[in-house]
């Protein structure tokens, strides 16, 4: 084997060779990023071992990955467009700035991923565990959740358009959001108007379109500081993914929790 035919896969957090593969020459001439790939795909057909490895920047777009176990491994600014992730266990992987668009996904474990900033656009990730996921900053628009598990996912900044979150397990933000009007029922007629007018930007405590707590605080005629502030509950981090102008018919999530807050409220 010539040195320069051959290329390696890496730990994530260390120097150690987890895959190596002879490449052809007319590979060789291909960009790293489809020479990645085409490792990958030689390491997965042979079962190797790729949790925790290095595989970003990798050119996966259209490949069959179902069923894979890729946990904890560095996915980042992968282009994984139009590829089968069916199954697939990602739990702590790292999955930010990835081009996901219509990918596979369904009954995928992705809890405590980072896909911030990713590109999910039309993904189907039904059935998928996505609890404690950051997909702060993801392009969701068009993609199905329903069925999924979105519990302490981070949605800031997420562009949820069109998306689907029909029968998504939020139990717990949803209950998470009634502990918090129990303390504000006076105040909750008046959120509830500010999400379906469109003031409501979970990612901020003040100012006339703020969060939850701020939007309270500001019904209350005080400051968001003298209030309970926490924006690690499920609730704070479920209603980032509202943003300024977002309303009940614009934005999956505004109505999600407008639907809660009148259920709360008994309209």
């Known amino acids: 084997m ?11 957090w260390s120097s150690a060779v987890r895959f190596q593969c002879e490449l052809s020459a007319e590979m060789s001439k291909k960009p790293q990023s489809q020479q990645r790939g ?19 920047g990798a050119d996966l777009s259209g490949s069959n990955l179902s069923d894979s176990n890729l946990s904890g491994a560095d996915l980042s600014g992968c282009d994984l467009r139009d590829s089968n992730l069916r199954g697939s ?31 999910l656009r039309g993904c189907d990730l039904r059935d998928s565990d996505l609890r404690g996921a950051d997909l702060s900053g993801a392009n969701l ?15 800031s900044g997420a562009d949820l358009r069109y998306s689907n979150l029909s029968d998504s397990d939020l ?14 029922r006076v105040e909750a007629p008046a959120f509830l108007a500010a999400l379906k007018s469109g003031r409501v930007d979970g990612s901020v405590y003040h100012g006339e379109c703020a969060c939850l707590v701020g939007t309270i605080a500001n019904a209350r005629g005080v ?8 924006a690690s509950r499920p609730i704070e981090r479920f209603v980032m993914g509202i943003k300024k102008g ?10 999600l929790v407008a639907e809660w807050t009148q259920l709360f409220i008994g309209e």
């Open 141 to 155: 628009s068009g993609a199905d959740l329903s069925d999924s598990n979105l519990s302490g996912a981070d949605l």
């Open 246 to 255: 977002d309303t009940p018919d614009t934005n999956p999530v505004s109505a």
């Open 2 to 12: 010539s040195n320069t035919n051959i290329f390696k896969i890496f730990a994530r």
């Open 223 to 230: 400051d968001p500081d003298s209030l309970f502030c926490d």
């Open 38 to 56: 085409y490792a990958i795909k030689k390491a997965l057909a042979k079962n190797v071992d790729l949790r925790g490895a290095d595989l970003s």
């Open 171 to 184: 139990s717990a933000i949803r209950a998470d959001l009634f502990d918090v009007l129990v303390t504000a």
């Open 89 to 119: 266990n990602l739990r702590g992987a790292d999955l930010s700035g990835a081009d996901l668009s219509g990918a596979d996904l369904r009954d995928s474990n992705l809890r405590g991923s980072n896909l911030s900033g990713a590109n």
